[in-house]
């Protein structure tokens, strides 16, 4: 059976990225594009590559979005909450921006401000909750709403929910600092990139614990300590067009091991097809991942100030968007969860 597909907000990065994904999938069929500015556009005059080179981009109106099986809402912030409620009820609608990740009212109006739109079904299907106990992928099941992750959430859960889990870190003192590519922070910075490229700079942006990601960050591994944790966090744009490297650091429980450690991140991510944990000494680059539905981890106790070092990377479009998107969509539709996400490199 193909789902009929609608992508609103196809213009911009992850909704491009949502057209490459699809064109893969099997049971999808894409049928309608949307966007605001480039209404009456083709989707090539934004995106190189791509099988629906020709389709024309239509205004984003919940009239022409309901005459579909599945609706992915790659809109910008605060802007997925109102089309939602206009839709008709038993569509699964996806949500690629920040509307309805947050539990917290509190924390909403804190970091994003205006009204809290409430919280969807959180689509990290890897996710540890319940201080471990359970993941977060049987929440998916026969969902209709889901909320995708932030990139820059996704990669720090990932690197350091099975450490919190197994009481082996402590739940105050994390520190993340994160090399971004230019997609990760939006189309703007994207075109900064032909500025940063000649000279191969970086910088850091948002700095001093307010970039938006945070409280969602806390709220995932608050579920896999099952105690409330407190991070800083901090982003760093590098000239690199996708990518996301996140050097994840936490004070070590009194006696915790790096063979503790490993076996903990085994327990939880051996059997995940879509998370790789790397041998003692080897760790990720951000060119491991380009183009996949992948996060790679590595490992290291640092003995002198007595840390973990927990380097994750993953391709902030795919694993960090639109690939985790379409990977909660399968589980909720009960097919195969890597359908479509086995086949899908750049190179």
């Not at 409430?118 to 106990?133: A, C, F, N, R, V």
């Not at 099975?162 to 003192?173: C, N, V």
């Not at 944790?229 to 050097?247: H, K, N, Y």
């Not at 960090?320 to 195969?336: D, E, K, R, V, Y």
Request: with cysteine.
């Amino acid at each position: 059976m193909a789902y009929s597909v609608a992508v609103a907000g196809a213009s911009g990065n992850a909704g491009g990225e949502l057209l490459r994904l699809i064109a893969k999938h099997p049971d999808l069929e894409l049928k309608t594009v949307t966007a605001s500015s480039m209404v009456g556009r083709r989707v090539s005059d934004v995106h190189a590559a791509t099988e629906f080179a020709d389709r024309v981009f239509v205004a984003t109106e919940a009239s022409i979005l309901a005459d579909h099986d599945i609706v992915f809402l790659a809109l910008p912030h605060a802007m997925s909450a109102a089309l939602a409620k206009q839709l008709p009820e038993g569509i699964l609608v996806i949500d690629c921006a920040a509307d309805f990740r947050l539990e917290s009212e509190a924390d909403w109006v804190k970091f994003y401000g205006g009204e809290h739109a409430g919280t969807w079904t959180y689509g990290m299907p890897e996710l540890l909750i319940d201080h471990g106990s359970a993941k977060q992928r049987d929440a998916l099941k026969d969902a209709k709403t889901i909320a995708v992750p932030g990139c820059n959430v996704t990669a720090i859960t990932l690197g350091l929910a099975p450490a919190l889990a197994a009481d082996l870190i402590e739940a105050s003192d994390i520190v993340s600092v994160l090399t971004v590519g230019t997609s990760g922070a939006g189309r703007g910075a994207t075109e900064q990139l032909y500025e940063l490229e000649p000279t191969g700079s970086a910088n850091a942006y948002q700095v001093g614990g307010i970039h938006r990601h945070t409280p969602e960050i806390e709220q995932n591994l608050s579920k896999s300590a099952g105690q409330p944790i407190q991070i800083s966090f901090t982003p760093v744009l590098a000239s690199l067009d996708r990518g996301i490297l996140a050097v994840n650091t936490a004070k070590l429980k009194p006696g915790a091991t790096l063979e503790q450690l490993r076996a903990a991140y085994s327990s939880a991510y051996d059997e995940e097809f879509f998370i790789e944990v790397l041998e003692d000494g080897k760790f990720p680059s951000t060119a491991d991942t380009i183009g996949l539905n992948k996060a790679i981890i590595g490992l290291a106790v640092d003995e002198h100030s007595r840390r973990l070092v927990s380097i994750c990377a993953i391709d902030n479009l795919v694993k960090g968007t639109a690939g985790a998107a379409i990977q909660s969509i399968n589980i909720a539709l009960g097919i195969p969860e890597q359908t479509g996400l086995t086949e899908i490199g750049l190179h």
